[in-house]
């Protein structure tokens, strides 16, 4: 049982290319999620989804974009790279929120360096 | 938006010693999460509260929600130094669907 993958671990861009950061995960979880971690930020939600067909945003997600065509993949896409995001990235599932939520799985995090 | 705040940012403890911290919110939270973070890896659930007073231990770790709602509170006894890492705090909140939010986090350091 693979749980939360994430590819790529590591990612050089230069200012303005554009990338993709992969989710999958295989617990048919229908809640999916990216934060983003910089140094003394604690986790910021960019985006999440409750379902296939459903996103919303977080707290920052200005500078990207995120689509669930799946249950089990939801990418990351980042139109035109800024040093400003350069951070690791993780992705987290559940299998449902709500007011008595149960736990969130991580993946092992994407960190990403933007020249 | 909503955050949780966690107190302390940071701690340098030595081995052996208690640690506490805590973690608050303007708003109330009917789930409190507690999760670890070691270096370069995926924080992980230590503790999960889902009721008003409640008391849940795991191991050595103890955390408590707080009967306000608004906070929750994670100790750990007689600390070693695989503790070291950093704590969030976290909870499921509503704005037309439920999200999970995290609080900043507390950095502890074991001293051995």
């Known amino acids: 049982n693979a749980g939360v993958t994430q590819t790529p671990k590591f990612q050089v861009l230069k200012t303005g290319q554009s990338m993709t950061l992969q989710c999958a995960q295989d617990?048919?979880?229908?809640?999916m999620s990216w934060y983003r971690q910089d140094p003394g930020m604690g986790l910021r939600l960019i985006h999440y989804?409750?379902?296939?067909?459903?996103?919303d945003q977080g707290e920052v997600p200005n500078g990207y974009n995120v689509s669930r065509s799946t249950t089990e993949d939801f990418p990351l896409r980042l139109l035109s790279a800024a040093p400003s995001q350069t951070s690791v990235y993780f992705c987290?599932?559940?299998?449902?929120?709500?007011?008595?939520?149960?736990?969130?799985?991580f993946g092992e995090g994407s960190r990403l360096t933007v020249l | 938006g909503q955050q949780l705040n966690q107190s302390p940012q940071s701690m340098f403890i030595q081995e052996g010693e208690d640690v506490s911290m805590n973690c608050t919110s303007s708003?109330?939270?009917?789930?409190w999460l507690w999760y670890k973070q070691d270096p370069g890896e995926g924080p992980v659930l230590l503790i999960a509260?889902?009721?008003?007073?409640e008391l849940t231990s795991n191991g050595r770790l103890t955390a408590q929600f707080g009967i306000t709602r608004k906070d929750s509170f994670l100790n750990i006894s007689a600390s070693i130094p695989s503790d070291v890492g950093i704590y969030f705090c976290?909870?499921?909140?509503?704005?037309?669907?439920?999200?999970?939010?995290f609080g900043t986090g507390t950095r502890l350091k074991v001293l051995a």
């Open positions: 987290a599932s559940s299998y449902q929120t709500g007011p008595n939520t149960g736990e969130l799985f």
């Open positions: 617990m048919n979880h229908e809640y």
């Open positions: 989804s409750v379902g296939a067909g459903i996103t």
């Open positions: 708003s109330i939270f009917n789930t």
């Open positions: 509260l889902y009721k008003a007073g």
């Open positions: 976290a909870g499921p909140t509503f704005s037309g669907t439920y999200k999970y939010i």
